[in-house]
């Protein structure tokens, strides 16, 4: 089980810095192209600190535990990307964008169970 939760931190760790870092370097015009429509409707404010929010939340599912610095907080990173992927599931919904919601459902499920799986038995 511990190897089953390093490779689905890692998997959240490489989407969530690649999806954080492309926000925060990216004008919105361009992820509006890029099919993020939704930064249309949100202030540029919002997108950035979105992107902090997910650049954080992947460094924080990997590096505690590596450092052996308060790995608590894997679990509670995990946490927190599991409720950013709530927001994009119910913004994909409210703007019908249902073949969309493939990736943010598979990052939910993935998050969650890294923070179930942390939190417990497997925890460091």
């Not at 099919?35 to 409707?41: I, K, R």
């Not at 995990?78 to 969309?100: F, K, N, Q, W």
Request: contains cysteine; neutral net charge; charged residues 10%.
């Amino acid at each position: 089980m511990n190897v089953a939760l390093w490779i689905l931190q890692g998997i959240l760790a490489v989407a969530f810095a690649g999806a954080g870092l492309m926000k925060l370097a990216v004008d919105t015009k361009s992820l509006a192209d890029k099919g993020m429509n939704f930064v249309d409707e949100v202030s540029p404010g919002f997108v950035k600190a979105l992107g902090a929010a997910e650049l954080l939340g992947a460094i924080g599912v990997v590096l505690p535990a590596i450092v052996h610095i308060a790995p608590v907080l894997v679990p509670v990173a995990a946490t927190c990307l599991a409720l950013v992927m709530v927001g994009a599931i119910v913004v994909h919904i409210r703007r019908a964008e249902y073949a969309a919601l493939l990736a943010p459902v598979v990052l939910l499920v993935a998050a969650v169970v890294v923070a179930w799986g942390r939190f417990g038995s497997n925890a460091f």
